[in-house]
């Protein structure tokens, strides 16, 4: 079973830093596309970050401010976020999927709704 959970958000602000992590456990790092998506309240899920195949793909908005990374010995993928704006504010999920589909999701950081999600941590940045 994918089981995926988040820590790491909190509140900061505007300029600041906060590293997210996940625990990842139940799948083959090398075989799933890993994804970090955000939701606003009112807003569409929108990818920030996804991993496949050694590629690492960002939303533009994030790019040069947002940096992911795995950690494949101790199961854990991060996000470190840079520079912080408030219009980073949003719950934070970390996902997996191993279909075509995520995969062509992925590379185009698409707001698609992965398989395997986890519980989110909330970040929120004040101006």
């Known amino acids: 079973e994918v089981q995926l959970v988040e820590s790491g958000g909190g509140l900061v602000q505007a300029g600041g830093s906060l590293r997210l992590s996940c625990a990842a456990s139940?799948?083959?790092?090398?075989?799933?596309?890993i994804a970090w998506f955000r939701q606003a309240p009112g807003k569409e899920r929108e990818g920030v970050s996804c991993s496949l195949g050694g590629h690492t793909y960002y939303e533009d908005s994030v790019k040069g401010r947002f940096t992911f990374s795995k950690d494949n010995a101790k199961r854990m993928v991060y996000l470190q976020m840079n520079n912080l704006k408030p219009e980073d504010t949003a719950m934070y999920y970390c996902a997996a999927d191993p279909t075509p589909w995520a995969q062509v999701g992925c590379r185009i950081v698409a707001g698609i709704d992965f398989g395997s999600r986890g519980q989110g941590t909330q970040v929120t940045v004040s101006s």
């Open positions: 139940g799948f083959n790092f090398d075989q799933y596309a």
